[in-house]
């Protein structure tokens, strides 16, 4: 293998596939990336055996071959090199050397033979999507999955592809947050799969790159999502999505329209007067607005009042503070509106002026 | 005490005097930062009982008192508050009540009585220095010292001073810094102090804060830096700074102008394959320049060509590649002069243009 690569493609194509490597997997080639010419081309492939990142940067190519190198190694070695241009070349299958000017070095690779295989998936196309749309709807709900695995459906996201649209959940099943976002053009058949935490993560990463349109793809137990010249494969959670649609009310007793960020600095001040758990009071009045409460024996007590327009009835529930900021925190609008039914009766967040997106919060029953 | 302040003042009164604060100390007053009214203005204080600091913010004086208030708890407060104004009121000695629009609010505290008395130095200053200078010639030295404290005197950082300058110095035994700054004024006597490494570090925040002046004073076992209007009260290292001034070599047999930016890169790059140890090679030849080596079993190898102005003999040695970067990196400078002997003997660091500075740095024995 003989390429001659600029230092800026090979570190964008560094950057892609770097993340999902290990850096002290005792299997020591899964802490290495592949490197390969491919039609004129350079292709960098990475994998953890669960996700796999293929990339492709341009390069001229003077030999065909592959090798791997270890990810973090040449990461570092690539972005702290201050040349422009720099020359790959395999030797003895084992080791890559670099050429730049003045940089002479010899990287301890393994040969491409033990790299593991990353599936690819021929067919064609399933739904595409735009990738800033995606990536908006993935950053308003993939924070409410079940942080820990021992059930593994629900410590992943849900996605439901629906004729032209695609229905994003996740929840831990005391909260849920459900986006829908328009495909590209309609889907042949309903199709529901569960993701990986871990993938849709590195999705939100590779998205974050730039604009465009992501093609995704499955297999029985794979997905592929391709966005610009980046490929990732991922392997599905097997499992049964839980029925969520059945616990979202479907009237509530109270709407109070409220502006986003005084409700977060209510919810604020209220947090740091609950040390030792996350229970706040959230008290709703018609005529007045809502009422933040928290209090401890050993930190004193914070009352906030906001002015919020309230229809309905007088309501109140205790919530757990941190429900609430993760979904203020990432729901980019000025004003929100929460709805309750009681204080035992999930509660809805949902963003003024919008009809593609529901936040469901339990209460604390005390 | 009731005192009514704007959140701006309350903020920078809160962060010049919250560093030093533990959260977790089991006498919990040492968590708590003192108010106290003082003559129409707000002191703030705080302690660790080696370090306080007092500041002074301006607010408007109702009732004269003081209080003590946890300190996380009350800077996260503050912080998160979004109006202007807040009043603070004493309640049984033991609560401040904080009210703003809209907040209202209770932290337990702690009566004054309890708080550590914090020295002061009601003396003339001994000397006076510009702020800026003195930040400048910390972030040159204050890094070289040993980082542990089996020696509590190489643990800190000295100072000397004499006539009308600062002789700043940190060394670990391996290394050493050493940086002189002008005082404002001549001052009466020669002194030398070593001060904690932890006052020093909080020193250079409190400096960053702004421009001015900084008087220094000091009684027996202890400094006070006033700036602005904050003071630090620390006590000083007992114990004899080792009389490093014999190490600095008075000639050289090498000298290299090197560009500063180009032998981070050099270093940095050789560092990657020295993973298990810090050992870099670094080779000087007249008509040539530098030329820094490394390799290993495991990783491969580097080197990396640096044009360099040199004079005098060819020469080597090897070195802690962190030893020269700590200096590489907080040398604002273009261009640094590297001075050697021979493999065993100390080299100097020193920028270019400028005699106030010298970094010494043992090579390797292998």
Not at 145 to 165: C, H, L, R, W, Y
Not at 195 to 208: D, F, W
């Amino acid at each position: 293998m003989k390429i001659i690569c600029t230092k800026e493609n090979l570190k964008k194509g560094l950057f892609m596939v770097s993340r999902v490597v290990g850096n002290n997997n005792p299997l020591q080639v899964l802490n290495n990336i592949l490197l390969k010419t491919d039609q004129g081309r350079v292709k960098l492939s990475s994998t953890n055996l669960e996700i796999g990142v293929n990339t492709w940067v341009g390069g001229k190519v003077d030999k065909e071959g592959a090798l791997t190198v270890p990810a973090r190694l040449m990461n570092e070695y690539i972005n702290n090199l201050p040349s422009e241009k720099v020359t790959l070349e395999s030797l003895d299958n084992s080791t890559l050397v670099l050429e730049s000017e003045n940089y002479h070095t010899n990287i301890k690779g393994l040969p491409h033979e033990d790299f593991p295989l990353i599936p690819s998936i021929a067919e064609e196309a399933f739904a595409k999507i735009d990738g800033t749309e995606l990536k908006n709807a993935l950053s308003e709900t993939v924070w409410a999955s079940a942080q820990n695995e021992t059930q593994p459906e629900i410590s992943g996201v849900f996605m439901a592809f629906e004729k032209d649209s695609l229905r994003i959940a996740a929840t831990d099943r005391y909260r849920l947050a459900e986006r829908t976002v328009k495909l590209l053009g309609p889907v042949e058949q309903e199709k529901e799969v569960i993701l990986p935490a871990r993938t849709i993560a590195e999705l939100y990463k590779i998205l974050g790159a730039g604009k465009g349109e992501v093609e995704i793809y499955f297999s029985e137990s794979q997905a592929l999502f391709k966005f610009d010249e980046t490929e990732l494969i991922s392997r599905l959670i097997d499992g049964q999505y839980p029925d969520y649609r059945q616990i979202i009310p479907k009237s509530f007793k109270t709407e109070v329209e409220v502006p986003r960020e005084e409700l977060m600095h209510a919810l604020k001040a209220a947090s740091l007067f609950v040390p030792d758990s996350n229970n706040i009071t959230l008290e709703v009045k018609p005529g007045a607005g809502i009422t933040v409460t928290a209090s401890s024996m050993a930190a004193g007590e914070n009352t906030t009042q906001i002015k919020a327009k309230v229809t309905g009835e007088e309501n109140g529930a205790v919530f757990n503070f941190r429900y609430l900021l993760d979904c203020l925190n990432n729901l980019a609008v000025t004003t929100v509106r929460l709805k309750m039914i009681n204080d035992a009766s999930p509660a809805a967040v949902v963003p003024e002026g919008r009809d593609n997106y529901t936040y469901i919060v339990m209460p604390i029953k005390l």
